[in-house]
């Protein structure tokens, strides 16, 4: 755009961008373009499409965009632009496919939609009503049941990366969108609210956009029209997005549930989790509980040998382990210091054994790694199945945690049940000359 024969570019109010398609990375820019994002020319072709528009995220979305503008130019999209500030400019985007210098091209005029004029005429007024709402809520939506029309907001197309002209006006959209395990639940609270039951439609729930990643939503409605019958002719809602706020909010969960250092629950959630575990399975049941106890052998030694951050990646390392061969609907936390629990429904006997095998076996053939390279690191467990109506929940703890104690009394490396061995008993490669410890 530096020839004068283009110079003209630089004088027009829209910005307009050259795009190469196959990177989204901005080629050349006008005037406009530029001071729009509060930047210098130099500074926004260092951008691209994916950095700029703050709808748009990943190459293969970037990679079906540009599909589609070739197949519908001029191609419209409304989303927003970064800019330099860290503020966001709203922008309708007009974009054709264009052949400079024997290479394919988009061009990308971007018009400011605050800069919009005052429109009058019946479309005019309802884009701008359309507008209005863009800056209250990430999308609005307008369904007419008895028409099958369901229309979506510019804005919310452009929160789930499409344009204004891609997705279909039908709710089959937004059904076949919304995540398969909060269909069910969005479709009665919508239901409901049509059937008089509540008196508007709520719902958060997952979204899916055009990457096929789930944005967190918060869905609200209600009928704003009814025909002659009583019947919903018109029902509108806004639609926020919760992705970031739901993030921080699982984090914080995740956070408040699990232990820092290994990833297992802590002993708060945990001892919940296994609280409605023993309730489910009483002993009478097919399934019963059982508990193990598990801890590391002579795992202060490490400690004060290496330090406690050698310490810790061990710590780590036996939390991956369990984590990746706990059974489903199991349960594991961090008792404490070296000391883990395991809850899990059986259905026979030897079932936490073989569990404790495998745990065992997994940490026994682990590759430390310096500084614990000639170190031998085993654990010991205790385990105990529910066998009566009258015992509970801290008596089968209990009994878990003094059979741990008398597999380190034996000498450690070993499972026991209930005072009895409960499998092969592995000899240490050098069993320990001092007197076995009580404690871990």
């Known amino acids: 755009m530096d020839?004068?024969?283009?110079?003209?570019?630089?004088?027009?109010?829209?910005?307009?961008?050259?795009?190469?398609?196959?990177?989204?990375?901005?080629?050349?820019?006008?005037?406009?373009?530029?001071?729009?994002?509060?930047?210098?020319?130099?500074?926004?072709?260092?951008?691209?499409?994916?950095?700029?528009?703050?709808a748009i995220h990943g190459m293969p979305a970037w990679s079906e965009i540009a599909e589609a503008i070739r197949q519908n130019s001029p191609y419209r999209f409304i989303g927003a632009h970064r800019r330099?500030?860290?503020?966001?400019?709203?922008?309708e985007v007009m974009t054709t496919v264009a052949t400079l210098d024997g290479k394919e091209r988009f061009v990308s005029v971007a018009r400011d939609?605050?800069?919009?004029?005052?429109?009058?005429e019946p479309h005019a007024v309802t884009t701008k009503r359309w507008q209005i709402l863009h800056d209250l809520a990430d999308?609005?939506?307008?369904?007419?049941?008895?028409?099958?029309?369901?229309?979506?907001?510019?804005r919310l197309h452009s929160l789930l990366g499409y344009g204004p002209e891609e997705m279909p006006e039908v709710i089959e959209?937004?059904?076949?969108?919304?995540?398969p395990d909060d269909l069910p639940v969005v479709m009665t609270t919508l239901e409901d609210h049509l059937r008089g039951e509540r008196h508007q439609f709520e719902a958060v729930y997952r979204l899916r956009n055009r990457n096929g990643h789930y944005l967190w939503v918060h869905d609200r409605g209600a009928v704003v029209e009814w025909d002659v019958d009583g019947q919903p002719r018109r029902v509108c809602g806004l639609v926020h997005d919760e992705t970031d706020s739901k993030a921080v909010e699982l984090r914080l969960q995740r956070e408040a549930d699990h232990d820092a250092?290994?990833?297992l629950f802590n002993r708060r959630r945990g001892m919940e989790l296994l609280d409605e575990l023993f309730r489910r399975h009483p002993s009478e049941n097919e399934r019963r509980v059982a508990i193990v106890a598990i801890d590391l052998d002579r795992f202060k030694r490490i400690n004060d040998r290496f330090g406690h951050l050698v310490g810790d990646r061990?710590?780590?390392?036996?939390?991956?382990?369990?984590?990746h061969d706990l059974p489903g609907g199991a349960i594991a936390m961090r008792w404490g210091g070296e000391e883990f629990l395991l809850g899990l429904a059986v259905t026979r006997e030897d079932e936490p054994l073989a569990l404790v095998e495998r745990l065992r076996d997994t940490l026994a053939d682990t590759s430390w790694g310096t500084p614990l390279e000639n170190e031998r690191i085993t654990a010991s467990a205790g385990l105990a199945i529910r066998d009566t109506p009258d015992q509970t929940l801290t008596d089968l703890i209990a009994s878990a945690d003094r059979s741990l104690y008398l597999a380190k009394r034996a000498g450690r490396d070993r499972a026991?049940?209930?005072?009895?061995?409960?499998?092969?008993?592995?000899?240490?490669?050098?069993?320990?000359?001092?007197p076995s410890d009580a404690t871990p």
């Open 84 to 91: 330099a500030d860290g503020s966001e400019l709203p922008v």
């Open 314 to 323: 061990v710590l780590q390392r036996l939390g991956e382990i369990i984590r």
């Open 139 to 154: 999308g609005v939506w307008d369904w007419y049941p008895a028409e099958g029309r369901l229309v979506f907001s510019p």
């Open 3 to 54: 020839d004068p024969s283009t110079s003209l570019l630089h004088a027009l109010p829209d910005a307009v961008y050259v795009i190469d398609p196959a990177t989204s990375r901005i080629v050349d820019c006008n005037r406009a373009a530029h001071e729009d994002l509060l930047l210098d020319r130099e500074s926004v072709l260092a951008h691209s499409v994916l950095s700029l528009q703050t």
């Open 113 to 120: 939609i605050r800069r919009r004029p005052g429109m009058t």
């Open 173 to 179: 959209t937004w059904k076949n969108n919304v995540h």
């Open 416 to 434: 026991i049940r209930d005072r009895r061995s409960t499998g092969t008993t592995r000899a240490l490669d050098h069993p320990p000359t001092e």
């Open 261 to 263: 250092l290994t990833g």
